[in-house]
């Protein structure tokens, strides 16, 4: 059963840094684009980031370029967010995803993500 697992969320200050882990269990990822999404209370879900599987480029959402890193250990079936500088609107629950496309960028609005992990809290306070 394909199964993603979310890992080191949390409470930080503004200014602070977190790193967050999705482990992916029960499939084989190599071949899939990775991708965080988050939401928070009452917004709609967000993309924050994503790898795509077209030419291994990354995207980010306007509002976390230079502050977040998306990565990946395709050894390991692992990815990685790296969240520098977070600001309190950067709050709320982040997911980890995949999906599978030879023809969609990752950042576009009709890529066919599929597996989804259960989410994470994330809470930033000023």
């Known amino acids: 059963q394909a199964q993603l697992v979310e890992s080191g969320g949390g409470s930080v200050q503004a200014g602070g840094s977190l790193q967050l882990s999705c482990v992916a269990s029960?499939?084989?990822?190599?071949?899939?684009?990775v991708g965080w999404f988050r939401q928070a209370p009452g917004k709609a879900r967000e993309r924050v980031a994503c790898?795509?599987?077209?030419?291994?480029?990354?995207s980010y959402a306007q509002s976390v370029k230079g502050r977040f890193t998306i990565s990946r250990d395709y050894s390991k079936n692992i990815m990685y967010l790296q969240m520098n500088n977070l600001e309190p609107e950067d709050s709320a629950v982040y997911y980890c995803?995949?999906?599978?496309?030879?023809?969609?960028?990752?950042?576009?609005?009709?890529?066919?993500?599929?597996?989804w992990g259960q989410g994470i809290q994330v809470t930033v306070s000023s």
């Open positions: 029960g499939f084989t990822w190599d071949d899939q684009a």
């Open positions: 995803a995949t999906g599978k496309s030879s023809y969609y960028y990752c950042s576009g609005t009709a890529f066919p993500w599929d597996t």
């Open positions: 790898i795509s599987t077209i030419d291994r480029s990354s």
